[in-house]
């Protein structure tokens, strides 16, 4: 297990720390914040790029930036890091979203989830192909199910119990939105307590180039997705979306399998990003959607048409998984312990 933080800062809340507001945002002084982590701070590049560092973890800022780093790994903010009266700051939504998770698990969060039924949600099915490389004659829909069907083994091994949102070349529902959600209710039906949606990602002809493993979490409640330039669609809602009941806990599940899949298949890192995809919004437990690899490029698409990749692929996300188990495991001993 990886221990990214202190366990003397227990019960640390972003409320505790001072803020300022900026664009209508309350951001907090970033060197503040990693004083009570015992985090130590390094200002550099004219006081636009702010390193804090402990004997465990490396965490990178830069002005004007929603991209950081956290122990090399590219993970992507809810909002950009500021500069204010000669200090770095970072948004309160993501100090307790993104910070605090990662290097504090379990926190204050009064539940802590257990580990026991985990849904594989293969992505796609049936008429619907997903992403294709005809010169390579691959489709998501194919690879998506073979690589899910390769880590249902693989977790069961590890003494899981796995439930498949589809184990065959189908749909859940001929309407895309319903199949969707369907998806997400097999979750919520199975009582499980982790959803993972795999599948393989795709860019227009003009970008070919673009490779890599991209990990996504649901976007917390009035905060934006990666690809959005602006607040999106729930700013100001009533309703928050299941799936952000669990956002420390997506956080922190993002970012083991993230660093393992990284680690692991040595792929180029496009980032823990977020987005409100459907599935992750419908889920009541911890949930991911993996972007394994682009089709799109023929490298990669070689590789990943490779039983011998999909089967590194499936072992580094089973891995992932147990890194959180571990974490999970670790914080229930640690409560159990007071
Ligand atoms: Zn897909």
């Given at each position: ?84 009266k ?9 100090v ?113 180039r ?35 009941i ?43 959607l ?14 990943i ?34």
């Amino acid at each position: 297990m990886v221990a990214l933080g202190l366990p003397e800062s227990r019960g640390a809340s972003a409320g505790q720390f001072k803020s300022v507001t900026l664009s209508g945002t309350a951001y907090i002084d970033a060197a503040n914040f990693g004083v009570s982590f015992g985090l130590k701070s390094q200002l550099s590049n004219s006081g636009r790029k702010l390193t804090l560092k402990s004997v465990w973890s490396t965490l990178v800022f830069e002005t004007d930036n929603r991209e950081c780093e956290i122990n090399g790994l590219r993970v992507f903010l809810g909002d950009p890091v500021r500069s204010y009266k000669g200090t770095v700051r970072i948004s309160r939504l993501d100090v307790e979203k993104v910070l605090i998770p990662l290097l504090l698990a379990g926190n204050d969060e009064k539940r802590i989830p257990t580990l026991k039924t985990i849904v594989l949600d293969p992505g796609h099915g049936g008429r619907d192909p997903g992403n294709v490389n005809q010169r390579l004659k691959i489709n998501e829909k194919t690879i998506a199910l073979d690589t899910a069907l390769r880590l249902e083994r693989i977790l069961k091994t590890m003494g899981y119990a796995v439930v498949m949102t589809r184990s065959n070349d189908s749909q859940l529902n001929s309407d895309k939105a319903a199949d969707l959600l369907s998806r997400a209710a097999v979750a919520n039906k199975a009582g499980a307590d982790l959803f993972i949606s795999l599948h393989y990602n795709a860019v227009g002809s003009g970008a070919q180039r673009v490779t890599g493993v991209e990990v996504y979490t649901l976007t917390p409640h009035s905060q934006y997705s990666t690809s959005d330039s602006e607040r999106d669609d729930d700013t100001g809602a009533v309703e928050i979306n299941p799936g952000n009941i669990s956002d420390h806990w997506n956080m922190q599940l993002g970012y083991q399998i993230h660093r393992l899949m990284i680690e692991e298949l040595r792929a180029p890192d496009r980032g823990l990003k977020r987005a409100r995809w459907a599935v992750l919004r419908a889920v009541e437990c911890p949930a991911i959607l993996i972007e394994a690899g682009f089709l799109s490029n023929d490298t990669e698409g070689g590789k990943i048409a490779t039983p011998t990749y999909r089967q590194k692929i499936a072992e580094a996300i089973a891995n992932g998984v147990q890194a959180y188990g571990n974490v999970l495991a670790g914080v229930h001993k640690q409560r159990d312990g007071k």
